[in-house]
């Protein structure tokens, strides 16, 4: 490690290029460090090995965090936990990678950088280590169906070829005189030889894959799943050869053949891998669903009427014409007609939801009955649909902490194991006879699954992310899922999130304080200005021009009319008569928001506001009670009226009268375990500060943005939902973990013959094969049972 660069983001000024300098060169290992403020970057020198993770933590707390570049490459070939971590390794080993990720439900490799590298390079480093990688912008689309059809054609093509060898050698076991009916028309000789021949026919057709990748494999002292089955059955192949060739070179006692072993160990891991490559493309369902519902063509509007274009050649500004039935093209506003949209697949939501001028369409989509005309706002990869797909796919992608002891084991599982398959055969040289001795190393070989081990996470969360996003919860990180189970409490934003954030104006006291106020909020994008607005419209009042609008965190605003300040707020920023701010704590004591008003620094009314409590937050309340999580309300209001609320909803923790940047503070007073749901721009720095960050996708983007998981529809029960698929994930995962770590720590020395001295059976090699297979598809097949799990 010569020299790295990295590239830095908050450098403003030669200080801020001091300052860099200065922290770099009291890191352990750095000789010098250069940094240039016009690129933003940083040249550091070692002069022994050096953490790059220190380096970026350094910077990070000095205020100049490490930019991260990041690719993501398609790789193919990988089969089991072994190929995973050894296209980790290799990633990790190239210079300027930060941190690589390989995934092997959905075939990708994420990688982090800290400095440019491009994509090619570290897609050839990959492939050049035996495993096709590409970077995925380039990559060809993958065919699941394809890779199907062809397993399954070589699994058929095997069992064909490997029949007449299996009645051959096992024909007797099940049809007693069956071997000596046989005998009486084929000497055993040059049936041996038909088996040989038809067992290689088998190996360099249907299996020839085990031995294109594992022997290279082997060969690189990198062996994985392939090398296992390669070894195994070349084992079992060339010693029946022997025996065939020159029978004097093995004892008598051992003159056995084991062609049918090779060959039947082949047709079931082949069957084992469609199986599961037929279960993986199930996992991988969701997204293929999401990607169906975005239409290939729309109607634009032109001067010459509608003509039909493609989707990707829309712009915003298109008009686009929606007809009953269809889906919607893109993200737009609704301006002409009137219909219901089905929202189900954005929201989870089963009924249609009312769409008139004005009002806001999602592309996916389902028009009803009425003919709609959208004005666009969102095309590509800006609409809500893609940004869907775009978080379902980084969640999926992700590796959970507890995959980190599974890489450890995984990364010398199979060096491992071939060392025991030597001991094995070693032991049974000395101890029994070299037919015992191949059964019993070939067994061990086979029986051992790598693959279990290593979609034993993946695909759980493959399936469970997906599902997720089908009732309308998306994870934005995948880590999430693991977080999000520990949860002890849920600390809810009050207005728009267990309210409906549509207050309304419900009483107005004081002459031209509706007047005023609304003048002064016409500036503010607050719900209690909305408010205030809307009914001043209603009541044909137009807000005078105000200058010099500012607003307060947590308080309110002010502005001036003419050369008069008014101001419009709480009692914390507003000095309120005795007996009006008694009138207003009523107020508050029935859930109402009480906002008074001020004109030359004199209190001269009050508007009332209330906010209905949505429906299904009591109900929310009560499920996360039941699950033995409690809540806690974090709100700017008054304790009066968050004590109404709250008193409705059933939540007993109430933090009120906390201004904006005190949300974040009062996160982190409630300790580990917290979540937090908001969202609004306010609400940024809480869901950052929470252990899991739950976003109400009806809120904001910067809210959006900073959450780890976005519920779609403004719906509480949305947490309970995102809890409970969170727990039945973990929980699968480690029914997975436990199956396979399980299985190869009771049978690989079950298939060793441990038993054998105590009575007990030596397992064949085709058992162990059939086992082998049926260990992965027990993982794929129990990880698909996320596919039921049932909204609350």
């Known amino acids: 490690m010569p020299q790295i660069r990295l590239s830095l983001d908050g ?30 970057t940083a040249e550091v020198d070692f002069a022994a090995p050096a953490s790059i993770d220190a380096l970026a933590q350094a910077l990070a707390h000095a205020g100049y965090p490490v930019r991260r570049d990041h690719v993501t490459l398609a790789v193919e070939g990988m089969t089991c936990a072994s190929c995973t971590g050894r296209v980790e390794r290799i990633l990790r080993a190239q210079a300027g990678v930060a941190a690589a990720t390989v995934n092997l439900a959905t075939r990708r490799a994420e990688v982090e950088l800290w400095q440019p590298v491009e994509a090619a390079t570290l897609a050839a480093a990959v492939s050049k280590a035996g495993f096709a990688a590409e970077p995925l912008a380039q990559a060809r689309a993958h065919d699941p169906k394809a890779e199907l059809r062809s397993l399954w054609r070589n699994t058929g093509l095997a069992a064909v070829l490997t029949l007449p060898v299996f009645l051959v050698e096992m024909g ?126 729309a109607r634009r509007e032109t001067e010459a009427g509608f003509e039909e274009v493609e989707v990707a050649a829309l712009q915003v500004g298109d008009r686009i014409q929606i007809r009953p039935g269809e889906r919607i093209a893109a993200d737009g506003v609704v301006v002409f007609g009137h219909s219901a949209v089905d929202e189900a697949m954005l929201t989870g939501e089963p009924l249609a939801q009312e769409k008139q001028l004005g009002d806001a369409v999602t592309g996916g989509t389902v028009n009803g009955t009425g003919v709609l005309l959208v004005e666009l706002r969102e095309v590509g990869a800006a609409t809500v649909l893609a940004r869907i797909i775009a978080l379902v796919e980084a969640a999926q992608g992700g590796k959970l902490p507890v995959q980190a002891l599974v890489d450890r084991i995984t990364a010398w599982f199979v060096p491992v194991v071939m060392a025991l398959a030597l001991l094995t055969v070693l032991v049974w040289l000395v101890f029994g006879t070299a037919a015992q001795a191949l059964v019993a190393g070939v067994s061990v070989l086979i029986i051992a699954c790598p693959c279990a081990m290593g979609l034993a996470t993946p695909v759980s969360i493959l399936v469970g992310t997906g599902r997720a996003a089908e009732l309308g919860v998306l994870f934005r990180k995948g880590e999430a899922l693991q977080r999000l189970e520990a949860v002890q409490r849920v600390a809810f934003d009050k207005t728009g999130t267990l309210t409906e954030g549509k207050p309304k104006v419900v009483s107005v006291e004081g002459e031209a304080t509706l007047a005023l106020a609304a003048a002064v909020e016409a500036g503010s994008e607050h719900p209690l200005a909305a408010a205030v607005l809307a009914e001043a419209a209603r009541l044909g009042v137009t807000p005078t021009p105000v200058t010099g609008f ?136 809480a869901l950052a500060q929470a252990d899991v960050g739950i976003a109400m996708g009806t809120g904001t983007d910067v809210a959006i943005e900073a959450g780890d998981l976005v519920l779609m529809r403004g719906d509480p029960m949305g947490v309970v939902d995102a809890i409970a698929i969170s727990r039945a994930v973990m929980r699968n995962i480690r029914q997975n973990l436990s199956w396979a770590f399980g299985y190869n720590a009771a049978l690989i020395p079950v298939a060793a013959g441990v038993l054998v001295p105590f009575g007990g059976p030596q397992l064949s090699p085709m058992l162990g094969a059939g086992a082998m297979a049926l260990s992965s598809v027990f993982v794929l097949g129990n990880a698909l049972r996320l596919r039921r799990f049932k909204r609350h």
């Open 550 to 685: 500012a607003a307060v965190p947590g308080q309110g605003a002010r502005a001036l009319l003419g050369e008069v300040e008014v101001a419009v707020g709480s009692a914390r920023m507003i000095e309120v008569p005795a007996a009006m701010q008694a009138r207003g704590t009523l107020a508050q004591s029935q859930g109402q928001g009480v906002l008074y008003v001020a004109k030359a620094g004199r209190c001269i009314g009050m508007i009332c506001v209330a906010d209905p409590v949505k429906a299904s937050a009591e109900k929310a309340v009560a499920a996360l009670a039941e699950m033995g999580i409690g809540s806690v309300m974090i709100t700017g209001d008054a304790e009066a009226t968050a004590r109404a609320v709250a008193a409705e909803i059933g939540i007993l923790d109430i933090r009120a009268g906390i201004l904006p940047a005190g949300k974040a503070a009062a996160i982190l007073d409630l300790g580990a375990g917290t979540a937090f749901v908001g969202d609004g721009i306010n609400d940024a720095p």
């Open 172 to 297: 007797g076991h099940v049809l007693p005189g069956f071997h000596d009916w046989l005998m009486d028309f084929v000497a055993m000789q040059p049936l041996w030889w038909a088996e040989c021949l038809l067992v290689t026919l088998v190996m360099i057709g249907p299996g020839r894959r085990f031995y294109t990748k594992g022997v290279p494999a082997l060969l690189r002292a990198a062996p994985d799943m392939n090398a296992l089955v390669a070894v195994g059955t070349l084992a079992a192949w060339g010693y029946s050869l022997l025996v065939l060739i020159w029978p004097a070179a093995v004892p008598e006692a051992s003159r056995a053949v084991y062609f049918e072993a090779a060959a039947v160990i082949i047709v079931l891991i082949l069957l084992g891998r469609a199986l599961e490559a037929q279960a993986r493309g199930q996992a991988g369902a969701a997204i293929s669903r999401l990607l169906q519902l975005a239409p290939r063509v």
């Open 11 to 40: 450098m403003t000024c030669a200080s801020c290029v001091a300052r860099v300098e200065r922290v770099l060169q009291a890191q352990d290992g750095v000789a010098s460090a250069s940094v240039n403020l016009s690129t933003e």
